[in-house]
């Protein structure tokens, strides 16, 4: 019995023997296979700040392009870093294309660019950086994303899921923000839209801002939408004006920035941010198409992102009594209960 | 002895890790369709008309087929040229819309419609639904022609993709293009392509799932409506 137990024995682990030279065999071939279509020796260095947004439009990227060329990431902490890094960078692995992530890195590649303006620079794509039209105008050999998403693109989607017409929405905005604003109000009116704007100077005292957003909240609109403005959105603004004034104000507000629209604030009703991952993909086109251009940029070319992600603060729109098409909540991302 | 019994379990062992890999996950559905809704909504719909199955729904592609080699499902549910690019899973139910197994696309353009006849000189916005290079081939060869084509990854993206000009047209269904119509109050204009892609349809691992089949049959009109059907078609 035991004899027979032990041949038993023998024969199956002869028989796992061959199975796992099969599985081997299996396995060689396979990482040939991915050996020989590994992405090529063309590197794309990617230039990030910290963060996880980040993370989300690289995995955009990489998905879509990480099969073609090979991603160099380079996550610089602070500016002394990295600020002696950009050249060493490319001299050491001469990139055949530069990616800016975040503001940081994009700033200290203007300055590299301004001091050594004779070389020739690689082409570079930028993204998640503020107001991108303002900081890459001087850049030679660089296309980009900007990070803002214009009106437009909320408001046709909160137009979907309030029941009440969206008409006319109120702005409040600085003075620097007019360029912006004016190429949102152009959208808008495509959309049949009409953006009630009050423009503010650069420096404006607290009181100043309460008089003309109490103004702005009592005139003719249907709702408000507010810009992404460091210093309007100042946490100690925020508790002293916006919220104090919102209060009275019964009517959808659109914010740039999710943790706006969270519990209890009761600050924004609707918000709408960039689809970070969705953001590597409109990338990965861009580049795409400087790729087949033998990696030159062909124009000076910066594109709105396309892609977003929203959330609802349904309870404050119950408690404000915004009626909300309950059959379209499927179309948000984030419902705040 | 206690060295073979050793080598004994340790084949068992191996096997089963081995057979988990290739027999697919029973009672699973994975769904990648691109609507309207967000795949969690989809994916609660689905699951709430069908508990005894097990429904995954994903909102990128790369994801689906990416999980499918992981995990694979017994039935997986997508417009037809996505099923028939993963070639793990076919032959299951075939959704319809009045009938046809396919549906027309248009392109559309703000104002002025595009002439086909320039196709090749314009820049196409196309649902991404099988990646970068996939999709310019089977664009490409769809209109038998080298189309330069701008991919967006979410229905919703095609509307900001004409108000900001960053394609001359879009590439969508007709009942795409009724919804855009509906969202839009910009002057939206199609032009028949004479082109049809496939349906929403079931690929299906080995052999038929029953209960996935069942469900999916009996999937009430809003969810079909979101799954561009209204009706399946084929053996339980």
């Known amino acids: ?27 060689f071939v396979f990482f040939l296979n991915n050996a020989v279509s590994a992405p090529s020796d063309e590197v794309i260095l990617l230039l990030t700040s910290k963060g996880e947004s980040f993370k989300e439009t690289i995995e955009g990227l990489k998905d879509d392009l990480g099969k073609e060329v090979s991603f160099i990431e380079k996550t610089l902490h602070n500016n002394a870093e990295y600020s002696q890094s950009i050249e060493h960078y490319l001299d050491v692995i001469k990139p055949k294309m530069l990616v800016f992530l975040g503001n940081k890195p994009l700033q200290e590649y203007i300055r590299y660019q301004k001091e050594n303006s004779s070389k020739k620079f690689p082409p570079a794509v930028a993204l998640s950086a503020l107001y991108l039209d303002r900081q890459i105008t001087d850049l030679k050999n660089i296309n980009g994303i900007r990070y803002e998403i214009p009106a437009v693109t909320s408001l046709v989607q909160l137009r979907e899921i309030v029941q009440r017409p969206i008409k006319k929405v109120g702005i409040i905005y600085r003075e620097w923000m007019t360029d912006f604003i004016q190429q949102n109000q152009v959208y808008c009116e495509q959309e ?38 460091n210093a309007l959105l100042h946490p100690r603004i925020i508790q002293n004006v916006w919220i104090p004034l919102l209060k009275q104000f019964n009517k959808p507000v659109i914010v740039g920035i999710h943790r706006l629209t969270r519990k209890n604030l009761n600050f924004g009703t609707f918000s709408v941010e960039a689809d970070h991952y969705a953001l590597g993909i409109q990338a990965a086109e861009m580049i795409s198409t400087i790729m087949e251009n033998d990696w030159q940029v062909a124009e000076h070319e910066i594109e709105p992102p396309l892609s977003i992600r929203n959330s609802l603060n349904l309870k404050l729109s119950r408690d404000k009594k915004i009626p909300i098409d309950q059959q379209k909540l499927g179309q948000i991302d984030q419902l705040i209960l | 002895m206690d060295r073979a019994v050793h080598y004994f379990i340790i084949s068992l062992l191996c096997i089963g890790a081995l057979s988990s890999l290739s027999i697919a996950s029973a009672n699973k559905l994975y769904v990648f369709y691109p609507t309207d809704v967000r795949p969690k909504s989809l994916q609660g719909k689905i699951n709430t008309l069908c508990p005894e199955i097990n429904t995954v729904a994903f909102g990128r592609v790369v994801d689906f087929y990416r999980q499918i080699d992981r995990m ?39 104002d002025k419609p595009v002439d086909l006849k320039n196709i090749a000189q314009l820049k196409i916005g196309v649902l991404d639904i099988l990646g970068r290079r996939a999709m310019k081939i089977f664009i490409n060869d769809l209109f038998d ?38 969202k ?53």
């Open chain 1, 192 to 229: 049949k839209i009409e953006l009630v704007k009050v423009k503010i100077y650069n420096r404006t005292s607290l009181s100043q801002l309460n008089y003309h957003l109490k103004h702005l909240l009592h005139s003719d609109i249907d709702a408000l939408w507010v810009a992404n403005d």
């Open chain 2, 145 to 182: 022609s080298r189309i330069n084509i701008k991919r967006v990854v979410k229905i919703e993206d095609f509307l900001p993709l004409l108000t900001f000009k960053l394609a001359d047209a879009i590439f969508v269904s007709r009942s795409t293009f009724d919804k855009l119509k509906s």
């Open chain 2, 72 to 110: 694979p499902p017994n039935a997986i549910l997508s417009l037809k040229p996505v099923v028939t690019r993963k070639q793990t899973h076919q032959g299951g139910l075939k959704g319809t819309l009045n009938g046809q197994y396919k549906e027309e696309y248009v392109l559309v353009s703000l």
């Open chain 2, 184 to 236: 839009s109050r910009q002057n939206l204009v199609a032009v028949e392509t004479g082109l049809s892609i496939g349906l929403a349809v079931i690929g299906v691992y080995q052999q038929n799932d029953n209960k996935i089949n069942r469900c999916i049959k009996n999937l009430d009109q809003p969810t079909n409506a979101l799954l561009g059907v209204d009706h399946w078609e084929g053996q339980l």
């Open chain 1, 1 to 27: 019995m035991s004899i027979k137990f032990d041949a038993l024995i023998r024969r199956a682990s002869a028989v796992f023997k061959i199975g796992l030279l099969l599985v081997s065999g299996v396995f």
